[in-house]
Every structure is written in structure tokens, then in C-alpha cells.
């Protein structure tokens, strides 16, 4: 039993920063697998990143956006540098616990609430 609760979303100009949040709570290990994702209207989820010893980026935000994680407080990160409109979406905190560091969202257990990033032209 793993709980997720995402932070940090809000409504920004193109080229600001932000920073997510993560509180995982309940039976969840440092060696879980973390990732974000990310869903805009009308389309796909889609990967951001993910965590677990090494990290790995969506091309789309490698360069811009990072991952990290304080395992003894069991928060995960997504900092997000020079943000674009293409970025508007709901980010979503998720968590599994299985061998790897999947990009499909299909393979994560557990899943936050998510959190509304706005990014404006």
C-alpha cells in the first residue's frame, strides 16, 4: 500500500521554473522505481522521467527538466527549467516496485493525484 501525493503545479511563463513534489507514504522502499508523467487534454499519458539508482528523460524535456529523490523523506523531485507551452499538461507522481525503471505507465502501480502545470507563450 503506497500513497503519492504530487505538489508544486501552478501557472508560469514560457522560460520559468518550477519545481514538483512528491510525498510517497505507506509500505514504499528507496528501491522503488519513481517516475513522472505527464498527461495534456485530449491526449496520452506520456513519460517524463524516472529514478532508481541512474535516472532516464523523455527527449523532450532532457536538458531542461531533473529527477531526484530524498530517500529518507521519501520525496521525489521533477525540476523543470526553461518550461514552453508544449509542457502545459497534469503531472502525475508514480511508483512500482518491480525490477527496472519502466517508461510505460502501464507498468507503475501506484499513482498520485496529480498536479496542473500552466506554462503561458
Known amino acids: 500500500q503506497v500513497q503519492l501525493v504530487e505538489s508544486g503545479g501552478g501557472l508560469v511563463q514560457a522560460g520559468d521554473s518550477l519545481r514538483l513534489s512528491c510525498a510517497a507514504s505507506?509500505?514504499?522502499?528507496?528501491?522503488?522505481?519513481m517516475g513522472w508523467f505527464r498527461q495534456a487534454p485530449g491526449k496520452e499519458r506520456e513519460f517524463v522521467a524516472a529514478i532508481r539508482g541512474s535516472t532516464s528523460y523523455a527527449d523532450s524535456v532532457k536538458g531542461r527538466f531533473t529527477i531526484s529523490r530524498d530517500n529518507a523523506e521519501n520525496i521525489v523531485y521533477l525540476q523543470m527549467n526553461s518550461l514552453k507551452p508544449e509542457d502545459t499538461a497534469v503531472y502525475y507522481c508514480?511508483?512500482?516496485?518491480?525490477?527496472?525503471?519502466?517508461?510505460?505507465?502501464?507498468?507503475?502501480?501506484?499513482w498520485g493525484q496529480g498536479t496542473q502545470v500552466t506554462v503561458s507563450s
Open positions: 505507506g509500505r514504499i522502499s528507496s528501491s522503488y522505481a
Open positions: 508514480a511508483a512500482d516496485g518491480a525490477v527496472g525503471m519502466p517508461t510505460s505507465p502501464r507498468k507503475y502501480r501506484y
